[in-house]
């Protein structure tokens, strides 16, 4: 036998202690994310108070030949979660040759928050 038996058994317990302590690691990572879990949920209910009082926003887009994608950049700028009455959108159509002058006119017919500036 290449190895005596004294060798092997110290192996052994090293192993075991190394696994042993990987384990209460593993145990207190868990005890103090959960923790860190609770505190950041109450911590939500402070910002839903926060967002009650959000200032007021103004949005600048500027566009040109943009009659493909400007009624999809509305909507989803639009369908944020501020406050409807905090947020207005100001798109500025610098001459375009295309329908987006027509699609913002309709759109800002539609919402309010919409207001559309035409350049020649």
């Known amino acids: 036998m290449p190895y005596s038996s004294r060798i092997l058994d110290i192996l052994f317990l090293f192993s075991v202690s190394i696994i042993w302590v990987m384990i209460v690691y593993q145990l207190i990572l868990t005890i103090f994310g959960n923790r860190y879990r609770r505190r ?3 911590e939500w209910w402070k910002i839903d108070d926060f967002t009650r009082n ?8 500027p566009a040109r030949n943009e009659e493909v994608v400007i009624g999809k950049t509305l909507k989803k700028i639009l369908s944020t979660d501020y406050p ?3 947020i207005e959108v100001i798109v500025v159509n610098d001459g375009s040759t295309d329908r987006t002058e027509t699609i913002l006119t309709q759109m800002a017919s539609q919402d309010s928050r919409i207001h559309p500036v035409h350049l020649l």
């Open 84 to 86: 409807e009455e905090n």
């Open 54 to 61: 959000l200032p007021p926003v103004s949005i600048l887009i």
């Open 40 to 42: 950041t949920e109450k």
